[in-house]
């Protein structure tokens, strides 16, 4: 289901191909989240064609980023748990204010990119 292509596929378009415009009005603003979707799926040209998987990875890859949602997966995966803090409390990472700062960024970076592999691999997988 996953293969090394997609890995690099993903690597590239999430890190080399963004720019610091990108990472840094992504969240803000569609116009620069569209910008960085359209080249994140460019190195998945070279693993599929198909539209609709392209459509897939590119359209979650948007709605993801723009709206930071690893830190909303990172928040519910908390709140069971004793200690756990509101969203009002956690919503800049996620995690319980207390987290330390390099900690939580990592994390949510972590989450954030198992999100984008996990959902590309199954587009690539079962779509085509």
């Known amino acids: 289901m996953f293969t090394v292509d997609q890995l690099v596929a ?47 990875i590119g359209g979650t890859h948007f709605v993801i980023d723009r709206w930071h949602l690893a830190r909303h997966v990172a928040w519910l995966k908390n709140r069971p748990w004793p200690g756990s803090a509101p969203w009002s409390e956690c919503s800049r990472t996620g995690f319980h204010p207390d987290t330390p700062v390099w900690l939580a960024g990592w994390l949510v970076i972590i989450i954030d990119n198992l999100m984008h592999i996990l959902i590309n691999g199954i587009a690539i997988t079962y779509i085509g």
Not at 19 to 41: D, G, P, Q
Not at 42 to 49: D, G, W
């Open 10 to 56: 993903h690597a590239v378009g999430d890190y080399l191909l963004q720019s610091e415009w990108m990472a840094l009005e992504k969240t803000k603003r569609s116009f620069a989240a569209f910008v960085h979707c359209a080249f994140y799926i460019l190195p998945f040209l070279f693993i599929t064609q198909n539209v609709y998987t392209l459509a897939v």
